[in-house]
């Protein structure tokens, strides 16, 4: 589906004034509202999804949001009912995704600003060395079609976890870094203590921790390692073949020929 | 095998670089029967890396070389397993 920014205005506008725009009605109050709350969420103490559209809080205030982007293009939608605020913004071009969330996060810092109070981590977590690592989206480990590789490399990005030596957690999507405090204990799901999810605020999806060797860093360098060496056995076993036929040499027979 | 292996991660390549796997051509299944091609041939080669050791068939650095492609082969295989390429999985 596309729409004009223009379009989108209408929209956004529609949503703000109970579902009318300069006379026209698009939706009933009562749709709006129930578009508005909350339909399905991930953790209870997340804010999850309205009706097509992300719930997040600023402090108290509510922001709704739809983002989107395929490859070299990114947009958002921005709703502040409370305010009577809307963002529509799209980017294009090979940093879009970074200039679109440089964009939104200054917008939300000017106009809903959070109170930022001073908390202090408590040292490193028990459970530390289990929650580090890389966690990956599971629209892409989830997905069950040749889809899964693109995804990866262009429409989503892994989320690095690490501990700060003083207990502050970052979180890092690609030099796109938040760093996190404790304010109380974190969840595990206790069957077997193991962590099969990762939530968290400001995002539609959930993620699930990957083990080393499928982070991408090592794919493309094992990806690399073995082509090379298969590309070794592609050219070099015709190329054995010839010489031998060159040096008039003894061309192989039975199973030495059959394993080419 | 191994021709057929690359033949296939240089067009997966090739159809991420034009960029169709945004409109995937209607010649996309026939490219996923190239690594379930070069499994079966990964098998096969397998047989012979094991044999070559047991029968003695080449030098030393030969029979190095052959298990080492054939190694790779494999991971690299398993790697396509893990992306879903390996397979009818559309």
Redesign the interface.
Known sequence: MSATATDMAQFMLAHLNGGAVDGNRILSSEAVDAMHRQWFTLHEQLDGMAFGLQRQRRDDVLVLRHSGG?PRFASDLLLVPELGLGLFVSCHNGNAFDAKAAFVDAFLDRYAPVDEPHLVPDGRPARADAIEGQYRSIKVTE????????W??FSTRPIDVRFEADGTLVTDTGGNADRWVKVEPLAFREDDGTITHLFREGSVTAFEPVSWY?TMGI?AR??A???L??????V??PL?TVRRWYRGGPSLSG??R??R | ???C??AF?ASAVVL?VVGA??RPPPWLDLV?VLPIASAVATVW?GV??V??WW?A??RLP?RV??T??V???A??LR?LY????LGL??
């Open positions: 395929v997905r069950p079609t040749y889809g899964k590789l693109p990866a490399l499928e794919q094992l990806a390692i073995t082509a060496v298969v590309l070794s056995g592609a070099g076993w054995g199973g030495p059959r394993a | 095998m191994p021709g292996l690359l991660v991420v796997l945004n996923f080669a012979y890396a044999r070559s029968e068939y080449w030969v070389h052959y080492a492609v190694c790779a082969a991971v690299l790697m893990y992306w879903n390429l999985r559309l």
